[in-house]
């Protein structure tokens, strides 16, 4: 019997030891459960604080989508009214280029009359130019002949003045007695 009670304290013993650490491996494990939780409540603040920014955010965004459409519907009308200007645009293009085609065949016209009157204006700039050189030529020619004339009226004045003086020499010879029967003095 002590076997047995020896035995049976000793299995109390063991089992208490065996249930000490069991309760201490619960507490060990509620405490890191405590501790996880803790986390896990602090987690779940956090998403439900950025499920809250989502929210505003999404409401914000069909706030903004809402205003997109509008801005799409006030578009689109733009964008009809821009066609049909385009259409009239491109039907005044298409006038426009038809007188341009105009304009261009006028230019070119006038261009080879322009050709036709720069080659009379060169062939009459060239008469001009000999002209020009002949007159050049002339007055040259009338500077000489000017030259000349004084010379000769020079001339001609001191021919004049030998001439009075001659004259009035041959009639001082002529007034003295002695040649007053010469024929060179008859007339005077």
Known sequence: MVALIVTSLVGTAGATVVYQDSADDLRSQNEELRSQNEKLRTQLNATRSDLEDARKQVDTLESRLETRTQDVDQVTGELERTENELSATEEELD????ELQQAENRVNELARR??????ERN?????LDSKNETIEGLRSEIENLEKRIRALENENEDL????????????SLCSDEENEDKEECDDY
Request: hydrophobic share 20%; glycine share 4%.
């Open 114 to 119: 322009v050709g036709n009157l720069t080659a």
């Open 123 to 127: 062939r009459l700039k060239s008469r």
């Open 95 to 98: 006038r426009t280029t038809s």
């Open 160 to 171: 004049r003045n030998e001439n009075s003086r001659l004259e009035s020499d041959l009639e």
